[in-house]
Structures are given as C-alpha cells and as structure tokens.
C-alpha cells in the first residue's frame, strides 16, 4: 500500500508545480517513514555540548568583520501565520513596537547596517504561498530595500500529509488547503536551491548567509559574528545561548558518540521517557537559537553532489488533518528542522552569543514584554532588554492567547514592567491606560470580567 502512496503523493505534488527537487527530498523521507524511522535520538547515542566557543572570548579585526560582512546575505525564514495566536496572515506583519511589524523592524535594521558599513546585505524572505503577497507588498515600500540582480523572497516547498493507516495522501474535500503541510524549516536549503536564489547570491558575490526567524528581532546583522564565521573556515555554524529553566523546550546541539559529529536534538526527536534529559538545562546547559551561518559556496556543493537531499533527520509528526477536529483522520507530517544540517558538514561548529540575539515572539505573553518599557529601540534597530533581567508574563490562555483578545483587553498598550519581575494574569482583565508593574505581581480570577483603573499600580 504504501508504494502506492508514494506513487500518489508524487503524483499530487506534480500536479500542484511543486519542483522535482522538493519532490525528490519528500521521497527520500518517505523511504524512511515506509522503514518505520521516527526521528528519534536516543539520550545514550549523545554526548552534551559542554565547551562550544564563546563569541565575547574570540578577536575578529575590524577589516575581517569588514570583509566578511560584504559578502553576507540576510536570510529571514517568513512562513509562519501566526495560527498559534488566532492569526490569519504573515506572522511578521503583527505590530511590535510603535505600529511597526517585524518586517517593518528587520527592514530598518537591515538599513541602518548598510549604512554604518557600507555593506550591500541583501535582505530574502522564505515565503510561503500564505505570506508571500502580503510580506512583498510590506517589504517593497521600504525605500532601497531590495539589492540589484537578487529576489525580496522564494517560496518554501509544500508536500502532502500522509495518511497513518496506509501512507497514502490524505482526502479532506471540507478543505483541500489542509491535505497540505509544509516540509519543516529544513526544507530552506531545497527551496534556496531549486529557486535559484542560491546561484544568483553566489552570482553576486556573495560567500555567506546570516539566516534566523523573522519573529526573532534579536538577530540583527553582525560584523563580528560574519568576520569570526569567516576566519573559522567552517562550512557551517550555529548561534547559542545559555539555557535558564525558561529554555527548556528548546532544540539544543550535542555531539554524537558514533562519529563525534555535532547534531541538533529537538523536542518531536526525543522519547517521552527521555524528556527529563531533554530539559534539564544543567545536562544539555545550551540552546539552539535558530541563527544559523552558511558557506554558501560548501552549501551549494552539498546540495548539488546529493541532489538536493541532504538526508537531514526526519522528524515524524502525528496530527489530525483538521487541527481543530480531534475526530479527522490521523496523519503523519514529514517534516526536517533547518538547523539539523550542523551534522552534514565535516568541521561545522557553534558559538554562544549574547541572549540579546534570541528574542522570539511565540506567544502574547512574549509579545506584551517587547511592546512594554522593559526594551528600548536601540540605534541599530534592535529591541534590547533595559533592565537587568526580562520580567516574566504569563497571560491567562482563555483571554490573551488570540491577537484579537489580547489587543482588546490592553487598549492601551503595555502597562511599565521596568520595574516587574513578573506578571501574572488569571481571568479576565482589561488594562487601563499608565498602568505599572513593581516586583510579582498577580491578578486572580475574579470570576467575572474585571478592570485595571488608568494609573494603578500593581505590585507583589
């Protein structure tokens, strides 16, 4: 049954113009999921990353960082709606600070490098068919953006989801969009490939790629980081942070016994049994934050010599077609996670950087501390912490989770957290305007909708 499933999935995915080489990297997943892979890593394969290198230990000369950020491309993966926050569009078109989106944000931090090096820094979006118009048409009315003889963005590849019972392609005729899942960050290097944004980088002179998330506006373009990656000679590199009990989800490297070769372990690759490993942040005492590096030029003869399949680890997702009908049928996402080609090249590395370069939206609770007084617009356009430590926000989900209840329950923006440690919210509170924060502070439910008077101040 399954040939067949493959038979018909490829069928589907031609039929719909997805590109051969995308078709080709489904398929190899595919021969893995048929074989019973699950993605899996198992916690005594692995050894802890214990002493990567430090970026504030390393000396990187002015004129290296020079030179290497001139030849840097700025890659922003752009894919993601938002669904998790009750969103229907591009992610990064929600305002952050000031009425400014991320995009608008990662554009204006883009600028202001040009302008204090003199590099070009291409700035491409990976789209995807959902954000592609809306981002271009945010993206194009910034004045200059887009750099002579390279694209604004390509399209990141789709593929089927697959049936549990039987692999086959699944039928949802309620909504065919939902027979269709993207492949996982991973798929960039495909997509990078096949669109010929590669060539034409490469065209143009350029040797390296900065690539992050485009809800993650601590990436900003930096010199010293390029002119370290360049002097490393490595093909590869990947940014980390110090993990606190607050990081403990997140994917981390370690180094695998087998061949001593760095390997990304993300969360859908480790067994429940194992999931105390997984989080213990004194074990595995680094995170991954999703910054990645790339010689372009290693890149694309990785990718040329294996036909575009560079056997990155499955990760085998089991959902439902209609996410929101626990009762649809189940199916399997094949998906692979960008930052898991650390272990396709030989001599790839890491580096820990400062936690100024991870500041990700994820929910609204993220989102109220970046919008509040907490962060401050630096001058190269990044959001940096203004206190000593980030206060912790943690939002009732029944009332914030959805852009549209979290806006209308703060009317009038942020309360001041500068002086907050945490904030805690049960039930259902609407803030009023000049409201501050001091210390652990907690709202209970009061079992009825409630109201935070312009002015007051909440404190622990």
């Given at each position: 049954?399954?040939?067949?499933?493959?038979?018909?999935?490829?069928?589907?995915?031609?039929?719909?113009?997805?590109?051969?080489?995308?078709?080709?990297?489904?398929?190899?997943?595919?021969?893995?999921?048929?074989?019973?892979?699950?993605?899996?890593?198992?916690?005594?394969?692995?050894?802890?990353?214990?002493?990567?290198?430090?970026?504030?230990?390393?000396?990187?000369?002015?004129?290296?960082?020079?030179?290497?950020?001139?030849?840097?491309?700025?890659?922003?993966?752009?894919?993601?709606?938002?669904?998790?926050?009750?969103?229907?569009?591009?992610?990064?078109?929600?305002?952050?600070?000031?009425?400014?989106?991320?995009?608008?944000?990662?554009?204006?931090?883009?600028?202001?490098?040009?302008?204090?090096?003199?590099?070009?820094?291409?700035?491409?979006?990976?789209?995807s068919f959902r954000t592609q118009s809306d981002s271009l048409r945010s993206l194009g009315a910034t004045p200059g953006i887009q750099v002579d003889g390279l694209p604004l963005d390509f399209l990141q590849n789709r593929e089927p989801k697959l049936r549990?019972?039987?692999?086959?392609?699944?039928?949802?005729?309620?909504?065919?969009?939902?027979?269709?899942?993207?492949?996982?960050?991973?798929?960039?290097?495909?997509?990078?490939?096949?669109?010929?944004?590669?060539?034409?980088?490469?065209?143009?002179?350029?040797?390296?790629?900065?690539?992050?998330?485009?809800?993650?506006?601590?990436?900003?373009?930096?010199?010293?980081?390029?002119?370290?990656?360049?002097?490393?000679?490595?093909?590869?590199?990947?940014?980390?942070?110090?993990?606190?009990?607050?990081?403990?989800?997140?994917?981390?490297?370690?180094?695998?016994?087998?061949?001593?070769?760095?390997?990304?372990?993300?969360?859908?690759?480790?067994?429940?049994?194992?999931?105390?490993?997984?989080?213990?942040?004194?074990?595995?005492?680094?995170?991954?934050?999703?910054?990645?590096?790339?010689?372009?030029?290693?890149?694309?003869?990785?990718?040329?010599?294996?036909?575009?399949?560079?056997?990155?680890?499955?990760?085998?997702?089991?959902?439902?077609?209609?996410?929101?009908?626990?009762?649809?049928?189940?199916?399997?996402?094949?998906?692979?996670?960008?930052?898991?080609?650390?272990?396709?090249?030989?001599?790839?590395?890491?580096?820990?950087?400062?936690?100024?370069?991870?500041?990700?939206?994820?929910?609204?609770?993220?989102?109220?501390?970046?919008?509040?007084?907490?962060?401050?617009?630096?001058?190269?356009g990044a959001l940096r912490l203004d206190v000593d430590a980030a206060p912790l926000v943690d939002l009732d989900p029944a009332y914030f989770k959805t852009m549209e209840a979290f806006d209308a329950r703060f009317p009038h923006g942020a309360p001041s957290?500068?002086?907050?440690?945490?904030?805690?919210?049960?039930?259902?509170?609407?803030?009023?305007?000049?409201?501050?924060?001091?210390?652990?502070?907690?709202?209970?439910?009061?079992?009825?909708?409630?109201?935070?008077?312009?002015?007051?101040?909440?404190?622990?």
């Amino acid at each position: 049954m399954s040939a067949t499933g493959l038979s018909q999935a490829q069928d589907k995915m031609r039929a719909a113009g997805v590109d051969q080489a995308a078709i080709d990297v489904f398929s190899h997943y595919y021969g893995e999921l048929e074989a019973g892979a699950t993605g899996l890593i198992r916690e005594d394969t692995i050894e802890p990353l214990l002493e990567p290198d430090r970026l504030d230990a390393v000396d990187v000369d002015d004129e290296a960082r020079r030179e290497a950020l001139a030849k840097t491309a700025i890659i922003k993966l752009n894919g993601g709606l938002g669904t998790s926050m009750g969103m229907d569009r591009a992610k990064s078109l929600l305002p952050v600070r000031d009425g400014k989106s991320f995009l608008d944000l990662i554009a204006s931090q883009v600028r202001l490098a040009r302008q204090a090096t003199g590099a070009r820094l291409p700035l491409v979006l990976m789209n995807s068919f959902r954000t592609q118009s809306d981002s271009l048409r945010s993206l194009g009315a910034t004045p200059g953006i887009q750099v002579d003889g390279l694209p604004l963005d390509f399209l990141q590849n789709r593929e089927p989801k697959l049936r549990v019972d039987d692999l086959t392609p699944v039928d949802w005729p309620a909504d065919p969009s939902l027979e269709w899942c993207p492949p996982g960050h991973g798929d960039i290097y495909t997509a990078l490939l096949s669109s010929g944004v590669l060539e034409k980088l490469l065209d143009e002179g350029f040797r390296y790629a900065s690539a992050s998330n485009s809800d993650n506006l601590g990436a900003v373009p930096n010199a010293r980081i390029a002119g370290w990656f360049a002097q490393s000679g490595a093909p590869y590199a990947a940014e980390l942070c110090r993990r606190t009990a607050a990081d403990r989800k997140g994917g981390h490297l370690a180094i695998r016994k087998a061949d001593g070769q760095l390997i990304l372990r993300d969360t859908a690759q480790t067994a429940p049994e194992e999931m105390d490993f997984f989080t213990d942040e004194h074990r595995h005492p680094f995170f991954h934050t999703n910054n990645l590096w790339w010689d372009l030029e290693a890149l694309h003869q990785a990718l040329t010599e294996r036909g575009a399949v560079l056997g990155l680890p499955l990760i085998r997702n089991r959902k439902t077609v209609d996410p929101t009908d626990p009762t649809s049928p189940e199916v399997y996402q094949v998906e692979s996670a960008m930052g898991a080609a650390i272990e396709v090249f030989d001599g790839a590395t890491a580096i820990v950087v400062g936690r100024d370069r991870f500041l990700p939206v994820k929910t609204t609770n993220d989102l109220l501390t970046l919008r509040s007084d907490a962060y401050r617009l630096a001058d190269d356009g990044a959001l940096r912490l203004d206190v000593d430590a980030a206060p912790l926000v943690d939002l009732d989900p029944a009332y914030f989770k959805t852009m549209e209840a979290f806006d209308a329950r703060f009317p009038h923006g942020a309360p001041s957290l500068r002086e907050a440690t945490s904030l805690t919210v049960r039930g259902d509170w609407t803030f009023g305007a000049d409201v501050v924060v001091r210390g652990a502070a907690t709202l209970d439910d009061a079992g009825e909708p409630s109201h935070v008077a312009d002015g007051t101040v909440l404190e622990g």
